[in-house]
């Protein structure tokens, strides 16, 4: 239950009857962005940022890490296999990483790493073409897709 230990410690309230909770560092790769100005693309940011957190999981065990949408800034191969070979270096330090992403395929390795790796979500709730976010995590992998009703309502003809 991780989540509810780093709620519990920014001061937010933790629905649970009963947790443990123990101190952690938190480290995350988000909202990485280039700079013309030190000649750094965003993908090449997001590897140095990768390449620090490799390092601190290496040398302790007691790092949460959050990574969103890890390696966007490349093509859909080199995303998804950079993703999968960062996901199983991490899953043996023993540091909790939690990974946002829109990757199915990516999601899958739930069923290769089960004891080192779950899927939740948060699902939507479409009513007269309006959706409805509850923000609950739910298990498993997200069984519905908006975006082609995101998308239409901005005029993309979908």
Do not use: W
Request: with cysteine.
């Amino acid at each position: 239950m991780a989540e509810f230990e780093v709620l519990a410690f920014a001061g937010a309230p933790v629905c649970a009857s009963a947790f443990t909770v123990s101190l952690v560092r938190l480290h995350s790769s988000m909202r990485i962005s280039d700079s013309l100005e030190e000649n750094i693309s965003s993908f090449y940011a997001e590897l140095r940022r990768l390449r620090a957190i490799i390092s601190r999981a290496e040398s302790d065990p007691r790092a949460f890490l959050l990574l969103d949408e890890i390696l966007r800034g490349t093509n859909s191969d080199d995303r998804y296999t950079g993703s999968v070979a960062l996901l199983r270096q991490l899953t043996g330090y023993g540091s909790v990483v939690m990974v946002a992403t829109h990757d199915l395929r990516l999601a899958g390795m739930e069923l290769e790493l089960p004891q080192s790796i779950e899927n939740y979500h948060f699902d939507v709730k479409v009513n007269d073409k309006e959706l409805f976010f509850d923000y609950r995590l739910t298990p498993g992998i997200c069984s519905s897709f908006n975006a082609s009703l995101l998308m239409k309502k901005m005029g993309i003809k979908v």
